[in-house]
């Protein structure tokens, strides 16, 4: 084995072993909260997800998002993503019922109360029971769109890109309808920010 062969052997095997220490020191959190963690993350669950209802759109990255109606807590129905265009957009899927989702609304809700007149949008899709949600959200209120579907497997999560139905479950969408980013579990108090940078 030549000397240079052998330096990018070594370098390869210590990267590695530091990869494998930093995961178990500190977890896979901050592996996760990153867009390649994010990436591998949705690969591994994607291998393993039930194939959608033929004739049902499920959203790519980069392409359109397919569009969704879906109504709202007082019964209106709610187009996405057209009645949200001209802007970014935060979709998050979420129910009353998921923890995580629940320690995660707070930090929602601080993003969208931040956002100025021409920052990112954030709507919210619960996967519930319309009268679990509105019980949910005397308790812990916001100020962002609240929409409301069935969960099954067809469900805006699905069409949305998780067909494996993991919540919470976020998508970023472009100010022209565009699947940008996805994001599997919650947010930690900062990562939005950064997460919704172009």
């Given at each position: 084995m030549k000397a240079g062969s052998k330096?990018?052997?070594?370098?390869?095997?210590?990267?590695?072993?530091?990869?494998?220490?930093?995961?178990?020191?500190?977890?896979?959190?901050?592996?996760?909260?990153?867009?390649?963690?994010?990436?591998?993350?949705?690969?591994?669950?994607?291998?393993?997800?039930?194939?959608?209802?033929?004739?049902?759109?499920?959203?790519?990255?980069?392409?359109?998002?397919?569009a969704l109606t879906l109504p709202s807590l007082d019964g209106r129905p709610t187009s996405l993503p057209a009645a949200f265009a001209g802007r970014p957009l935060l979709v998050n899927l979420w129910a009353s019922w998921c923890g995580p989702c629940v320690e995660e609304m707070p930090e929602l809700q601080r993003f969208a109360a931040k956002q100025a007149a021409n920052g990112v949008q954030?709507?919210?899709i619960a996967l519930d029971d319309p009268?679990?949600?509105?019980?949910?959200?005397?308790?812990?209120p916001v100020g962002y769109p609240i929409l409301i579907d069935t969960p099954g497997p067809a469900d805006a999560g699905v069409r949305l890109g998780n067909?494996?139905?993991?919540?919470?479950?976020?998508?970023?969408?472009?100010?022209?309808?565009?699947?940008?980013?996805?994001?599997?579990?919650?947010?930690?108090?900062?990562?939005?920010?950064?997460?919704?940078?172009?």
């Open positions: 330096v990018v052997l070594v370098a390869l095997v210590a990267g590695t072993l530091g990869a494998v220490a930093s995961l178990l020191t500190t977890g896979p959190g901050p592996l996760l909260r990153s867009e390649f963690g994010q990436r591998l993350l949705g690969r591994a669950l994607d291998a393993g997800a039930p194939t959608p209802p033929a004739g049902i759109a499920v959203a790519q990255r980069g392409e359109r998002v397919p954030v709507v919210g009268a679990a949600v509105r019980d949910f959200l005397q308790r812990v067909p494996k139905g993991v919540l919470p479950y976020s998508i970023l969408v472009s100010a022209d309808g565009r699947l940008l980013k996805q994001h599997i579990g919650p947010f930690a108090h900062g990562d939005l920010e950064d997460w919704t940078r172009p």
